[in-house]
């Protein structure tokens, strides 16, 4: 599965921006999808995963309630809705995909395919 991440920018604090990730080469079927970022100096973070369904969806405590992942697999493609931006969540962000199992993974290591990476900078 190659993924490609999309729709990063400049947002000023309090905006709100539309990421996308699209899959070439195989369908999303049977495939949780996740999102991370990773901020100058730190580690790549879990933000917000769902599964092939759409039905179960997961998100950290620091995005909940202002983020929200959702896909659309007829078009191969997983969103994710980030409204009232804060300075804190610039970072690059990556999509990720793993074969589901039992469960819609949160931990890097549980991810087989990696996109390249879309940077999301929110001024104050």
């Known amino acids: 599965v190659q993924l490609q991440a999309s729709g990063g920018g400049l947002v000023q604090a309090g905006g709100s921006l539309r990421l996308s990730c699209t899959a070439s080469?195989?369908?999303?079927?049977?495939?949780?999808t996740g999102w991370f970022r990773q901020a100058p100096g730190k580690e790549r973070e879990f933000v917000a995963a769902?599964?092939?369904?759409?039905?179960?969806?997961y998100y950290a405590d620091s995005v909940k309630g202002r983020f929200t992942i959702s896909r659309d697999n007829a078009k191969t493609a997983v969103y994710l809705q980030m409204n009232s931006l804060k300075p804190e969540d610039t970072a690059v962000y990556y999509c990720?995909?793993?074969?589901?199992?039992?469960?819609?993974?949160?931990?890097?290591?549980?991810?087989?395919?990696w996109g390249q990476g879309t940077q999301v900078t929110v001024s104050s």
């Open positions: 990720a995909a793993h074969y589901m199992g039992l469960r819609v993974g949160r931990r890097l290591d549980e991810y087989d395919y």
């Open positions: 080469g195989r369908t999303f079927r049977s495939y949780a």
């Open positions: 769902i599964g092939w369904t759409g039905e179960s969806t």
